[in-house]
């Protein structure tokens, strides 16, 4: 990616060909293919930092699933969802701005940019509000982790584990805490975007960054599609 | 076991033995015979689907023949025959207690007699380290926070070395020992002396200061199951599932009760976690134990062989 | 086939191209970056071989009389860490991948050079927090981290440590993402995927592994690190983590990694032999694929480490089936290189001695393989000195033997310079008759019972004598490496000027200039023929004989 971006910003190129086309590339088509797969390789690597993660989830969920089922409850679905809404709309003005640069539509794709811009940092603001109040509950693994005397969801007489709830939540800080710095990341990535944008370097011809970026943001999205029901949606129905 | 061990031990060298020596043949004979010669040239050949279908599926065959004879002597090694002597062991950094199940504490030396077969119970007090006595080819991990099992038939008097095989810190090197195997007669001669009892006995005495017998009654009353004659028996749990009670189920009832509720029954025991030591929880594990064995005085089984239901493949481990 | 020859030392070339330490440390030529990586990485590698022989002056006596417990215990675990993370992992990949992939295939360079350029100094800054670590006191909980030793109980420097491994895994998926893309979209016309040489197979297969494997490790150890910074109660039984779970982790990564060093010395040993053979490799078809289904299957068998560990008797049935499983693609490799050696003409100029000795060494390595992956074998010898030897043959024997086959194989064009043949044929001598009185009585140490990280055995003086072998061999080891850093640095210097293609070889990277040019190729070149074309070579060229031969 850093490569694509470097072609833009170099305009000392020989040669009759495009200015975006790197020396060691024999086309912009090579070069293209070069750059989108390896985005998804890199989204591979991703899904495996992730997998790891998920995998150490579960095996605490299937052996402590009532501690999680109560420490989920103390989640605000409502937040978490509207954090969902938020990402697939992110995600849908993503594809209107992949489109616009496509069909070389400048307001729509400045227009598109932003809007993602907006639902990012609408979502890490949201994310914001439910940490602080893991503080305040004391809700953050450490020292001052309290879990007292909660009850376990559906077992009125039986009283949550703190140690596993604390796993719960250490596993919920370290998830969608990636998960945002994943966001920060993207963030930075769309901003970077729209000044490419702004001074439109995003043609019909030539838009790689764009769409290899896009390509990241919608893996992100779909991270957190698994992250909200697995941490927020646990034993809800009863 | 040993015996077994070695019989394997023999047959691989000789397959790997010939293995070794077909390739080894062949490219020093080649690298002889083809060396680079004025006017000759190499001959180009492409390869050979069948021959590599040959030397595919032969050593596929011959690992699968070494695979399952491995895991026969795996599996006879990781499961405990019914009736043999237990002992309770506690690793520690660095140091093996070792208590028998009919009182005897030892430290880094463990007496055992010829013979017999002998089961051990471990767990850590802190960090992962692993029970190796390499005489009896026999080697087991002691976690923290549960039971292991592992089990060896000694048949030869002597000393023999105990090592701790799992890096432990600083002096793991120091944690050795010594397997002490005894002729039965002077065995039977070193128990007569220092034992303070059964293990079971001091569980009993544990069960009672703790005031578990409020609840875990002896008839159907009580607010806790009874737990006569549970050990080694399914459990019927109230999430549907069914447990087989063996040392890690009575363990982890003692320090989280919440994990596993017996059908029927509330939720209402309070954890034990820090309250008993390593040595007390063996010693509440032994007491339930013994409360499964025949005869009302259940107790007292210091020599007499623990009949209780082997409790089968999956508790050795896990 | 061959380019016109001339002085090489005049023409220009990615040496002298540009001059200046700015010209080296933002370069993006892939050549100059191997070359980086080759002097950090052979300085790490002095780094890990120094605490192995104190390692093995340590053990000459039964008694623990030349450091302290402590020391010896950071000793054996930073000479792991070093050498896996530091040394092999990056070695043949990042060094002779790094050089040869774009040649081979006949590209400029890599597809991303710049992220080349980065993964470098990812590489660079892990080695610094690395030697931090050690400078400021070093970390004694094993290569391994098993927790909860290294959770709770660790008094070192856990965190600096892993984090250290953490940024360095970084490097290596990013140099793997970088050979993936290269080899799948660069590659020029009419190199088609059965044309590729085995060197490519066995780096793609590689890089597959550090794309897959390296974040999970990467996560496990910020899990590890978390747990230590705040208690989690992740890998911590007493608040109802399980430590079993860091060992399932930990080598769902660590296992493959195996393969990530030695299937590109695997790769070296296909280029070596089939030029010093004048052959094409046999069962070309089956070399490669068994490269991808190691890599596959490498994946399934993790749990083989733990197979006294707690894990259940089924689980310990399943992944010793898997084991032998893996056993067989390692086994039809063996094969091939030794049918190609039948109706050859061989050469033994130093890299093909190096071949020989790791076909040697890997046999033996896999082969004692057999007996670890049968269950009832593993729980006597594992965790013992029979592990130990087991895995440094592979480790060593094979990725060692094979990066050293390959530094010779391609020094010519790497540094347009002919090392001097006799001194490394030596070398090649003293390095295997070395490295096998070292390390194959531990594999009879280790079946009689001597346990792994053992400081003192004074309780057992009766495994002194092979103690003190090994420590023999590690002193004759350690000069046959030191060789041929010596004559490789004098060959700079000194050395005869070397032709663009001294071996007469077969491959793209051959029909360049030596040193090669920034961009390799003066034109992009077109393949029209198959890999290891050595007939058509030798019919061309028959009158020109080996230069150094």
Redesign the interface.
Known sequence: MSDSQAAVQNPAHAGGHSPALLHHFADEQQQRDSASLGMWIFLATEVMFFGGLFCAYLIYRLAYFGDFAAASQTLDWRLGGTNTIVLICSSLTVVFAVYAAQQGKRSMLLISLVLTLVFGFAFLGIKGVEYAEKFEKHHVPGASFQFDNVKVPGHADQIANPHHAEIYFALYFIMTGLHALHMIIGIGIFVWLFLMAWKGRLTPEYNTPLEIGGLYWHFVDIVWIYLFPLLYLIDLHK | MAG??DA??IF?LI??GL??LL??T??IY??AR????KG?????????TP??IT??VI??FV??A??M???????K??TPPRDSTEVYVVAK?WMWKLEHAEGQREINELHVPAGKDVKLIMTSQ???H?F?V??F?????V????Y?MAWFHATKPGRY?L????????????M?GDIVVMEPSQYEAWMGGGSTGPLSASGEKIFAELGCATCHRSDTQGRGPNLQGLFGKPVQLEDGRTVNADENYVRESIL?P??K?VKGF???MP?F?GLVSEEQLNALVAYVKSLSNAGPAGAKTASAPQNNPATS??T??? | MATPTGQPFERENYLNKHYGVGSWLLTTDHKRIALLYLISITFFFFIGGFFALLIRLELLTPAGDLVQADTYNKLFTMHGQVMVFFFLIPSIPAVLGNFLVPMMIGAKDLAFPRINLLSWYLYIIAGCMMLHCMLTGGVDTGWTFYTPFSTEYSNTKVIEAGLAIFVAGFSSILTGLNFIVTIHRMRAPGMTWSRLPLFIWAHYATSIIQILGTPVIAITLVLVVAERALHLGIFDPKLGGDPLLFQHLFWFYSHPAVYIMILPSMGVVSEVIACFARKRIFGYNFVAISSISIAVFGFLVWAHHMFVAGISVYAALIFSLLSYLVAVPSAVKVFNWTATLYKASIHYEAPMLYAFGFLGLFTIGGLTGLFLAALGINVHVTDTYFVVAHFHYIMVGGALMGYLGGMHFWWPKITGKLYPEGWARLAALIVFVGFNLTFFPQFVLGYLGMPRRYYDYSHMPEFQVLNVLSTAGATILGIGYLLPMMYFLWSMRYGKPAPDNPWNAAGLEWQTQSPPTTFNFEQEPVVTWEAYNYDEIDKAHPEEAHVVG
């Not at chain 2, 090592?163 to 090197?173: I, K, L, N, P, R």
């Open positions: 077994n061990v394997l031990y691989l397959v790997t293995m070794t390739v080894f062949c490219v080649f690298a083809y060396r680079k010669q000759v040239s190499a001959e180009q050949i492409e390869g050979s021959l590599e030397w595919s050593p596929f690992f699968l070494i695979f004879w491995g895991a026969v002597v795996y599996f090694g990781r950094q802190d960090v992962i692993s190796f390499p005489a080819r026999m080697k087991q991990d976690l923290p926070g549960r292991t070395h090592f701790c095989a799992e890096y432990c810190g600083t002096q793991h090197s120091g050795v989280d919440q994990a509720i509330k939720p209402v954890t976690q493949k999956g050795q481990v896990e």
